[in-house]
C-alpha cells in the first residue's frame, strides 16, 4: 500500500510538473504577442507580435498624423505641413507599453485568460509632439492675410469746410478657438484637419452716425477773405465777417478749440511793447478803454473771438492777433458755440 500510495503522489507530482511547464511553455511564447483587447487609439493590436503591431501603428496612426492642416477663409487656404510642424509620434513606447499590459496578472492567469479568449481592455493613446511655434506661426500668417482694423470715422477740417470721412467695421479672426482646434486634432489621427477661420465683427470706436453729435459745431475761419463759418452737425450754417491780426502780428494759423467763454469780459493786457502804458494791466469789462466788447471765446495764448466797436475794421488785417466780429454777430455765435468746439484757422 506504501509503494502504490508513492507511485500514485509521483505521478500527480509529474503530472503537474507537466502541467506547469507547458503553461510556462505557452506563456514564454506568447511574451512578445499583444493580448486581445489592447488598442491604441482605437486601433486593435490583438493577437499581433510587437514588430507587427508597430507596422500596423505606422500606418494607422502616423501616416494619418502626417496628413497637412489646412485652413480656408473665402476661397484662401493656408497649409501647415507634418514636417513644418515637427509631428513625432512614440510608437515605440506605446507599443512597449501595450506588451506590457498584455502581461497583467501572473503566469496561470495570463495563460487562462489567452486559453479561454478573455480580453484586456485597455486603449492607450500614442505619445504624439509637435512644434507649438508652428501652429501660432501659422494662425498669424491667417490673422494677417484676414483681419482688418476697424476704421474710425472722422472729420477733416480745412480751408475747403468740413468734410466726415466714414468709419468702416473691421474683423478678426476668432484665433483661440482656431488654436485649440488645431491643437487638438494636430495629435489625433481620426480628427478632420480642414478648418474655416471664423472671423468676428469689429467695431471701430467712432462710427460714422456718431460724427454729427461729436462735431456739433465747428468754427472756419479763413483769414485771406476775413470770414468765419460756423458749422452745425457738419453743415454750414452761417458765414460771418470778420478782422484779424495784421502783419506782424498775425491770427496764428492752426487748429485749436474754444478753451474759454465770458461775457463782458476782462482785458488783461499782454505784455509787450504794442500795449504801451496799458501793458500788463487789468482793464474791467465794459471800460471804454477795454477793446474786447461783448463777448469772448478764448482760442489759443491770447487769441481769441470777440466783439469790437471799430466796425470799420472788419474785413481788413487790424487787430493784434484776435479774431473781431460785429457785436450782434459775436452775441449771435456765442451762444451757438459750446467749449471745446473745434477752431480752424486757416
Not at 465683427?201 to 468754427?219: F, N, Q
Request: some cysteine.
Amino acid at each position: 500500500m506504501r509503494t502504490r500510495s508513492f507511485v500514485l503522489v509521483s505521478l500527480t507530482l509529474l503530472a503537474l510538473a507537466g502541467l506547469a511547464g507547458a503553461v510556462y511553455a505557452y506563456d514564454s511564447a506568447h511574451e512578445q504577442t499583444i493580448a486581445k483587447g489592447v488598442r491604441v487609439a482605437g486601433v486593435d493590436l490583438g493577437g499581433l507580435t510587437r514588430d507587427q503591431a508597430l507596422a500596423r501603428l505606422r500606418h494607422e496612426i502616423l501616416v494619418p498624423l502626417r496628413r497637412p492642416v489646412v485652413v480656408t477663409r473665402g476661397g484662401r487656404s493656408w497649409t501647415l505641413g507634418w514636417h513644418e510642424a515637427r509631428i513625432v509620434a512614440d510608437l515605440g513606447s506605446t507599443v512597449d507599453e501595450a506588451v506590457a499590459r498584455s502581461r497583467d496578472g501572473n503566469l496561470f492567469t495570463r495563460t487562462v485568460r489567452n486559453l479561454t479568449g478573455k480580453r484586456v481592455d485597455a486603449d492607450l493613446e500614442p505619445r504624439v509632439g509637435y512644434s507649438g511655434a508652428a501652429v501660432v506661426r501659422l494662425l498669424d500668417r491667417i490673422r494677417g492675410a484676414v483681419d482688418r482694423k476697424a476704421v474710425d470715422a472722422k472729420v477733416d477740417i480745412s480751408p475747403a469746410g468740413v468734410h466726415a470721412m466714414p468709419s468702416r467695421t473691421g474683423r478678426a479672426v476668432l484665433a483661440s478657438a482656431l488654436h485649440r482646434d488645431i491643437r487638438a486634432a494636430i495629435v489625433s489621427p481620426d480628427a478632420e484637419r480642414h478648418f474655416v477661420a471664423h472671423t468676428r465683427r469689429v467695431e471701430p470706436k467712432v462710427a460714422t452716425k456718431d460724427l454729427a453729435h461729436r462735431y456739433g459745431t465747428i468754427l472756419i475761419v479763413k483769414r485771406a477773405s476775413f470770414r468765419l463759418e460756423l458749422y452745425k452737425d457738419l453743415r454750414l450754417a452761417k458765414t460771418y465777417p470778420i478782422a484779424v491780426g495784421q502783419a506782424g502780428l498775425e491770427t496764428p494759423a492752426g487748429r485749436y478749440t474754444i478753451q474759454n467763454k465770458a461775457i463782458n469780459p476782462a482785458w488783461h493786457v499782454p505784455d509787450s511793447d504794442w500795449a504801451g502804458k496799458l501793458r500788463g494791466k487789468v482793464i474791467p469789462g465794459g471800460a471804454p478803454d477795454n477793446p474786447i466788447k461783448a463777448r469772448w471765446l478764448g482760442v489759443y495764448d491770447g487769441v481769441g473771438v470777440h466783439g469790437t466797436n471799430d466796425d470799420a475794421s472788419i474785413g481788413s488785417r487790424a487787430s493784434h492777433g484776435c479774431i473781431r466780429m460785429h457785436i450782434p454777430d459775436v452775441e449771435e455765435l456765442y451762444d451757438e458755440v459750446p467749449l471745446g468746439s473745434p477752431i480752424y484757422i486757416a
